[in-house]
Structure formats: structure tokens, C-alpha cells
């Protein structure tokens, strides 16, 4: 790419140097390659008009190259990798004493917002309770169990499906759960999934495989599997069929989705964050501060009905 770069003019012969460099020291794929040359094609474009080469911009440019993007309506991940092409370019010619500062360095990478959490209303929730319902014998049971439990505590699907069968206080009120980095929570659980847990036993034994008949097992959920409970796959398997009973869309079904339901739903009804920390087992508040969406909901309606002058009160 560089065996004629000293017969170009000098914006492309520094460009094919970089890439060179790129290519030769750090083994960047071609089409990666290609995309940091759009990019930077792209910058050229943009400040000709200010009659500044792009291996001379200075850090006022970038800066309203940046915002130039964020007017044409390009999310902030494309416009980071934009800004990291510059970047790169930039800090290559500074490291070649091609020039003697880097115009990038006080500028911070747009930020892409964090994707809200995909979660069922309260009805869609409902609807798939229900649909659990109607599956009959001890498989039904078992999904009752199984989704009672999911619903009532916010598990992780690893957690809910490797539950231990003595993961029950003696009263009845709490799931010990084992959770990430091997730390234990006291989890409480509501009535119906009580009932369901206690329904769900009577038919156990059933799941059960052979070798273990008389041995018994120490997961509440066992299975032939090879770690001995019930698979997350098939879980997740079950719970997409359920969906289709319940008239759902069964890409919008998951274990994680009704984690997501169970958090927003809470929170929805007054649940203080630090509380839903500890149920949902995060070890820093900022993973729980996703769910603020809802309080931001619920803030507007408060706003809208118990404000003097919103005339809802």
C-alpha cells in the first residue's frame, strides 16, 4: 500500500502510512481497513471548506465535525467509531513526530445510551400464569412451580433452575439463592408461589431419573440432565411454547425478560431500589438504576394527577 506513498500528496501519504502501520504492526483486517479510510475521507470532506488538511485540524475541528454528525442523526456508537478513526490517525502522526500534538486527546467518546430493558406489562404476565395453568399433570406443575418462583423472586435462570431443594426456609417466606461470585440472598417469595412449590413436591419424585430413584436428588428441579436439574436451554424452550398458548409473540419471551417484568413491576408499585438491589442480587446500585425508567414513568403520573396545577388533583 506504501511502496509509491512518497509521490502522493501529503494527506494521502500520511493516511497510507497509518493504514500501512495498522496493517503490518497490528494485523487489522481489510475491511476494517477500508472503513478507517472512509472515515477519514469522510473528516477530509467535511473541513475543506475550512481550508485547514486534515493531518494539520486542530481540536476545534473534530469538535464540530462531532457535532456535525450528532445533525445528521447518527447514533453515538457510530459516531465513537468515527472518533476512534480520528483518533488513531491522529495519535500515529504524533507518535511519528509528523506533528506535535494530538487534537483528540481532550475529547471524550459520545456516549451510547443504555438500551432499556425489554419486559412484559403486568396483563402479558398474567396471560402466561394462566397459560401455565392449563398444562395438566405433574409437568404442568412443574411450569406452574417454575414460573410462580421466576415471577415472585426475579432469579436468574441459572439460579431458579439449579435451586436446591432445602433452598426453602422452614416458614415457608424466603429462597436461599446462591447467586453470582458464589454470594448467598435471602429472597422472599409471594403466597401463590408457595402454593405452587408446595403443589409441585407432591409430584417431585417423577422428574427424577433412574439412578437416582432411591438416592433421591438435591436440586428442586431435577432432571436427566447432565448437571442434574433442569437445562436453561430447555426452560427457555418451555417458555417460548408457553407464550404461544398465552397469544405472545414468543421472541418476546425469555427468563431474562420476566427478570426485567418482575424488577419494573415492583419498582412501578413504590419498591425502593436498594430493595430490588438485594432481591435481584446486583452488587452495585448502577446495574439496578436501568429499571429508573419506571420511576420516571411513575414520577410523570404523579406529576400529571397530584400537581396543584396539573388539574388532576
Do not use: C, W
Not at 417454575?146 to 436446591?164: D, H, K, N, Q, W
Not at 461470585?181 to 409430584?203: C, F, H
Amino acid at each position: 500500500m506504501g511502496r509509491h506513498s512518497k509521490f502522493l500528496d501529503p494527506l494521502r501519504r500520511s493516511v497510507n502510512l497509518f493504514l500501512d502501520m495498522l496493517m503490518a504492526e497490528r494485523g487489522v483486517a481489510a475491511n476494517t481497513l477500508e472503513s478507517y479510510s472512509r472515515d477519514l475521507a469522510d473528516f477530509q470532506a467535511f473541513i475543506k471548506t475550512t481550508n485547514v488538511a486534515v493531518q494539520k485540524a486542530r481540536t476545534g475541528h473534530v469538535r464540530a465535525y462531532l457535532k456535525h454528525l450528532s445533525g445528521q442523526g447518527l447514533a453515538a456508537r457510530t459516531q465513537a467509531r468515527r472518533l476512534s478513526a480520528l483518533r488513531q490517525y491522529y495519535r500515529f502522526l504524533y507518535a511519528e513526530n509528523m506533528r506535535d500534538d494530538d487534537p483528540t486527546a481532550g475529547i471524550d467518546s459520545p456516549k451510547a445510551g443504555l438500551a432499556l430493558p425489554k419486559y412484559l406489562s403486568e396483563d402479558e404476565v398474567d396471560g402466561l400464569l394462566g397459560a401455565a395453568a392449563l398444562y395438566a399433570g405433574p409437568e404442568g406443575k412443574r411450569l406452574v412451580a417454575l414460573m410462580e418462583i421466576l415471577y415472585a423472586t426475579g432469579l436468574r435462570v441459572s439460579e431458579l433452575v439449579g435451586l436446591p431443594l432445602a433452598a426453602l426456609t422452614r416458614d415457608g417466606q424466603m429462597l436461599l439463592v446462591r447467586g453470582k461470585g458464589n454470594k448467598e440472598r435471602m429472597v422472599p417469595i409471594s403466597e401463590p408461589a408457595l402454593d405452587a412449590i408446595l403443589a409441585y413436591l407432591d409430584v417431585r419424585d417423577g422428574f427424577l431419573p433412574k439412578a437416582l430413584k432411591e438416592k433421591g436428588s438435591p436440586f428442586l428441579f431435577p432432571s436427566r440432565a447432565k448437571q442434574g436439574f433442569l437445562t436453561r436451554a430447555r426452560f427457555a424452550q418451555i417458555l417460548k411454547e408457553l407464550a404461544v398458548v398465552a397469544n405472545l409473540e414468543p421472541g418476546r419471551v425469555s427468563p431474562h425478560v420476566l427478570r426485567h417484568s418482575f424488577a419494573s413491576h415492583l419498582l412501578a408499585h413504590g419498591v425502593d431500589l436498594r430493595a430490588l438491589q438485594q432481591m435481584l442480587g446486583h452488587s452495585d446500585i448502577s446495574t439496578t438504576q436501568i429499571y429508573t425508567h419506571v420511576l420516571d414513568e411513575r414520577l410523570k403520573r404523579l406529576v400529571t394527577t397530584a400537581h396543584p396545577l396539573s388539574g388532576g388533583a
